[in-house]
Each structure stands twice: as structure tokens, then as C-alpha cells.
């Protein structure tokens, strides 16, 4: 009797000692999951050949927000998203076109995930790879997780100039901070809530917003990697991107934020970087308008 007792006893200690440490150990990735809610973030500019079906392959198992903000377009987007029925689906309206940037902003001002996801209305990024792009997150492995063609595949020509540019891009990031992005003009991409302010606060407002988003997350010292994903071509409608003028806007951004990695041109900007953002922006928006 008394030996069973004991055996009970050690049985109940084993039990106690197990508990505890799964008390003391991190929850699994997949636990962090159950727990996270996601918000998909989706800049729209008339693409109502693509948005419904865009928005119908977001998987359903997980806790999603769907984001999507209409920057002023003029063909049946909007109805098309009304279509749908089967999901929950904030749409922000811009009076005007804003550009790619201002979108992203205004959908992250209403995002309330612990995890944000961008994703192109075009249908050239899949839905379906939203968990791939979230786990290292999840992980802990990285604070912003970039979708890139060319660790995966694309199924169309890239133009030379994207390459090359993409490549000058590369090239100016490791040498400011070390970091690695090859596809850095990529659109879907992943991010911890943490970093939803300094986001919010640049004013890049274009497709160049895309470039000064890895500046900004690089000068903060956040871990930045890509993972493969596969990029279809575009089926419906043209690529909107003014190549002249995202060359200058990305070009300036770039000088800024060389500038204002070493400590005495930090210290001489911190004066008149204000001004020179502006007469940069004037510049810029002269040329470009006149093109
Ligand atoms: N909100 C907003 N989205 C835009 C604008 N221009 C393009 N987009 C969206 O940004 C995404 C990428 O644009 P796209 O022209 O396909 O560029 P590419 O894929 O880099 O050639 C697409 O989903 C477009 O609908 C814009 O002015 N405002
Ligand atoms: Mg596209």
C-alpha cells in the first residue's frame, strides 16, 4: 500500500515537473499563430478584372482583416469587391488618386493586426502563399519578410531596366546596412506591428514608397529577409509604374538616407534636412510633371 502511494506520488511530481516546463518553454509557432490576428493590406487602382479574385483566394483558417483601399479609381472595382459576400472587407476610399504609398498608408492608419501583409490587386502575388510569408515571422526570425521572384520563379520577362534598377537598389542597401533584399521593388511583403508608426510616417507617397520602406527598416536595425514566392504575369491591364519618375524619387530617398547614416552629415542635416526634403520634392515634382 505504502509503495503505491509512493509510486502515485512520484507519478504526480513527473506530471508537475512536465507542466512547468511547458509553462517555462515559448509557445510553438503554431500557438503564436492561433493567437495573432493578420491584416491584409490591399492597395487598389482600377483593377476590376483581378480585385475579386485576389480577395477570394485569402485563405479562411486563420484570424485575417481584409484592408483594401480604393485610391480613386474609375472602373468597377469597388462593385466588384460589393460582390463578394463570404468575407468580412474594410474598403477605404481616396476621392483622388494618391499613389501606391499614400494607399498603403491610409490602410495601415486602419490596420489593427499583429502582423501586417501587403499584397498587389493585380493578381501577380498569390494569396495562397500568405502563411509562408508570415511564419518567420511568427518564428521570431525576421521583422520584415519580403516576397522575392527571384528566390522563387516568374513565369514572364522582367525589362531589363527593373533588373538593373533592382540591382543598383540592392547594391545601395548592403553597402548602408549590410542587408541583403535582390527583389527590393517587390509589393508583398510582411511586418511586425512595431513597426506600423515610422511606416506611417514616411512621405514617400508613390511607388518609391516601396524602397524608402526597406530604408526606413534598415536604419532601425530590423531584420530583413526574403523567401521565395512565385509571380504570375500580369493578365489584365498595364503596369501603372512611370519608370522616369520612380528612378528620381527612389535616387532621392537614397541620398537622404546616406546622408543621414554617418554622424557629421547626420549632425550638418539635422538642421536642413527638412528643407532639403523639400527642395528634393519640388525638383522631383517639377520634372516629373512636366514629362
Ligand atoms: N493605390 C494605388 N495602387 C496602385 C497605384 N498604381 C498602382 N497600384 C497598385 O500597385 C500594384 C502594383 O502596380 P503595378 O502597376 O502592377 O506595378 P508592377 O507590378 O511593379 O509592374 C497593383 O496592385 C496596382 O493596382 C496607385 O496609384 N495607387
Ligand atoms: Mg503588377
Known amino acids: 500500500m505504502t509503495e503505491k502511494i509512493a509510486m502515485n506520488y512520484q507519478i504526480l511530481q513527473k506530471n508537475s515537473t512536465l507542466q512547468e516546463e511547458e509553462r517555462n518553454s515559448p509557445p510553438s509557432s503554431q500557438d503564436r499563430l492561433a493567437n ?30 481584409i484592408i483594401v483601399i480604393d485610391d480613386g479609381s474609375t472602373d468597377n472595382s469597388v462593385m466588384k469587391i460589393k460582390e463578394i459576400n463570404s468575407r468580412i472587407i474594410t474598403i477605404i476610399s481616396h476621392e483622388k488618386n494618391k499613389g501606391y504609398g499614400a494607399a498603403l498608408q491610409s490602410g495601415f492608419r486602419k490596420a489593427n493586426g499583429d502582423i501586417i501583409v501587403t499584397l498587389d490587386s493585380d493578381s501577380q502575388h498569390k494569396p495562397e502563399e500568405i502563411p509562408n510569408l ?9 521583422d ?66 516601396t524602397t524608402e520602406l526597406l530604408l526606413k527598416v534598415m536604419e532601425k536595425k530590423r531584420r530583413v529577409i526574403e523567401i521565395p514566392i512565385i509571380l504570375d504575369s500580369r493578365i489584365y491591364g498595364s503596369s501603372d509604374v512611370k519608370l522616369f519618375k520612380i528612378t528620381l524619387s527612389i535616387l532621392s530617398c537614397i541620398i537622404i538616407y546616406s546622408l543621414n547614416r554617418f554622424t557629421i552629415t547626420r549632425f550638418v542635416l539635422k538642421k536642413i534636412i527638412p528643407k532639403l526634403n523639400t527642395v528634393l520634392k519640388i525638383i522631383i515634382g517639377q520634372i516629373t510633371n512636366s514629362s
Open 36 to 65: 495573432s490576428l493578420i491584416s491584409i493590406v490591399i492597395p487598389l487602382f482600377n483593377e476590376e478584372n483581378s480585385i475579386k479574385k485576389v480577395i477570394e483566394r485569402i485563405p479562411n483558417h486563420y484570424h485575417y482583416e
Open 134 to 142: 508570415i511564419e518567420p515571422i511568427i518564428r521570431n526570425e525576421a
Open 144 to 209: 520584415l519578410v519580403i516576397g522575392s521572384r527571384y528566390l522563387g520563379s516568374y513565369n514572364y520577362k522582367i525589362p531589363l531596366f527593373t533588373k538593373f534598377g533592382e540591382l543598383i537598389v540592392k547594391t545601395c542597401l548592403k553597402q548602408l546596412y549590410g542587408q541583403v533584399v535582390g527583389n527590393n521593388q517587390s509589393g508583398f511583403r510582411a511586418f511586425k506591428r512595431d513597426l506600423l508608426t515610422s511606416l506611417i510616417e514616411i512621405d514617400n507617397n508613390g511607388m518609391a514608397y
